[in-house]
């Protein structure tokens, strides 16, 4: 049976807003290196106000896997918030421009928040340092799942970052027992270490409950299932969700299923600006599942993806990642 | 006597939306390559639908050149209308940050026309077709100069696109002779050869009465000093305008003063993106003239930060243009 979508990802809709700094910057503004942090709207302000020229490219974690869905040609929708501002309807026209379906309505255009945004700080590493003021996207609320929708999908993909704020799950699971009553599958993402280390409890259930495939890099993973190795964490998280695909930068990316384990390299790549490297691996990995690739092709196309997105500024595809992988000679059937 | 300022630009301030599109994609939008077009809202909004995820970046042609201006260390501001809006902040923000006063007051937040906009179309050629929708920029209104920031200048850099508007040659004329009082310099760039043909009169007006240098591209010239050939128009615009400085893509730009005529080559460089070449040629010029470089200097560095704008997406520098200079032997002493 075909489903309407592959693959229906939900998360926190954002705008980034893309400036190269020094590390002296980031030092001087209190800004920790590599992760994400939540920032209230005045601290936005004061970080922006510092700033230098910066540019503004449509983001969001499962935003940009979406995206990259849709670019490499699936069938593909996104939920996430945004208001009825200019910003909102720059994300909305970039994801369907892409060819994804947006299926979340604005927030009215008076709504107190405005439409998040995400400030990627990118060093002359490539390394990016994200400060988020969340804005309208915090408040995805059940009725915004429309299950229909949910049970069009053959899987689900749920951005870990989604769990901070109010009423967040009960969308999830929402979302996911629409998914699944109709025999739809669910992945999720960790997303960033001290999102675990601040939803811990919620991600245990859910992976226990729900989750047939958890994406993770090897800092989530740590923080997730605590463990002397990364093998050892692995061992562990393969126990509670079906799959577990875990990237290590530069390193590639590990599998894990049962009692299966195996290892990708990674597509060497200049990187100029790291923002994205994780949602385009989702992308290729989940895109090459649903045209029925074995997981060790989707392994590696989420690496091909991945090295594209980290060789420019900005996390979402700017060539063919179709002809990518074709010249990966990962095959391009579906 | 140091001024304030080196230099002060009016001009359209705009948003860019950026996107690469195929010259088939031009064709079947009834887009024209390689020049602006002025669009309505309802165009604009049609031909945003049709085109794919985009970057947003701020523009606007004597935005830019002031942008450059103030990434070589000058002392500069820049005049133009932005709304209130996320837009607005956007462009208002990237000035400050660039280091450039931005001198205009927000059109209030409940305008009924946004902060102006400009479709910027790139084909794989790296050239640049712009849709541009006005928005609130049409409306810099003469009570929007304010007489002692013009007085604080010693160059005025004017932009053609902003005599497309209503009341628009007023303002011009209110800053040209606040300047003029107090001994600044006037320099008006042509902006485009429709928007010459649309204001040839006006233009032939301010230039005889005011104009101490005029920028222009060799399309721009000819329509508005018609002539057999390049030399002949730059002859006819030097009896008008004290120096003239003709631009000409890969061949470099031609100077003219009183009987004086000299010629600089272009800079080698890879286009990606055109857009914003001459607006940074005016920088680089208009710098080194503030800075007591002679006239041929002067060309070199336009050219050299023209060189940098076309190799990379967006309008305004992103590379340390000081030091370009420096690696093109050209001396940055100010």
Same mark, same amino acid.
């Given at each position: 049976m075909t489903r309407k979508y592959q693959v229906v990802g939900i998360g926190n809709a954002m705008v980034d807003v893309l400036c190269h700094v020094d590390d002296a910057f980031l030092e001087a503004n209190g800004v920790q290196k590599g992760i994400m942090q939540l920032i209230g709207l005045e601290r936005a302000a004061e970080l922006y106000d510092r700033m230098?020229?910066?540019?503004?490219?449509?983001?969001?974690?499962?935003?940009?896997?979406?995206?990259?869905?849709?670019? &490499?040609?699936g069938r593909t929708a996104y939920v996430g918030k945004v208001r009825d501002d200019q910003l909102g309807r720059i994300f909305a026209h970039d994801m369907r421009a892409q060819g994804a379906d947006y299926l979340t309505p604005f927030a009215p255009a008076d709504s107190a928040e405005e439409t998040g945004r995400c400030m990627? &700080?990118?060093?002359?590493?490539?390394?990016?340092?994200?400060?988020?003021y969340l804005g309208v996207s915090e408040f995805l609320f059940p009725?915004?799942?429309?299950?229909?929708?949910?049970?069009?999908? %053959?899987? &689900?993909?749920?951005?870990?970052?989604?769990?901070?704020?109010?009423? !967040?799950? %009960?969308?999830?699971?929402? =979302?996911?027992?629409?998914a699944r009553a109709a025999g739809g599958k669910v992945s999720l993402t960790l997303s960033d270490p001290f999102c675990v280390n601040r939803h811990r409890d919620a991600f245990a259930d859910i992976i226990d409950e729900h989750v047939d495939l958890l994406f993770c890099n090897e800092h989530e993973l740590a923080a997730m299932y605590p463990a002397p190795t990364l093998q050892a964490s692995l061992d562990i998280a393969a126990s509670h969700a079906e799959t577990v695909v875990c990237t290590a930068s530069e390193r590639g990316a590990y599998v894990a299923r049962g009692a299966d384990r195996f290892h990708v390299d990674a597509v060497p790549a200049r990187v100029v600006d790291a923002t994205g490297a994780g949602d385009l691996f989702a992308a290729g990995f989940l895109w090459g599942l649903t045209n029925g690739h074995? &997981?060790?092709?989707?392994?590696?196309?989420? !690496?091909? =993806? =991945?090295?594209?997105?980290?060789?420019?500024?900005?996390?979402?595809? %700017?060539?063919d990642l179709r002809a990518l992988l074709r010249e990966h000679g990962l095959g391009v059937g579906g």
């Open positions: 230098g020229p910066a540019r503004e490219v449509s983001g969001g974690s499962a935003a940009n896997t979406i995206a990259g869905i849709a670019a &490499l040609g990627v &700080l990118v060093t002359p590493d490539g390394e990016r340092s994200m400060n988020t009725e915004d799942i429309v299950p229909e929708e949910m049970a069009a999908a %053959e899987w &689900l993909y749920l951005e870990g970052y989604r769990f901070d704020g109010p009423e !967040c799950q %009960e969308a999830f699971w929402k =979302a996911m027992a629409a074995g &997981l060790e092709d989707c392994a590696r196309m989420g !690496c091909v =993806a =991945a090295a594209e997105v980290i060789g420019h500024i900005g996390a979402r595809p %700017e060539t």
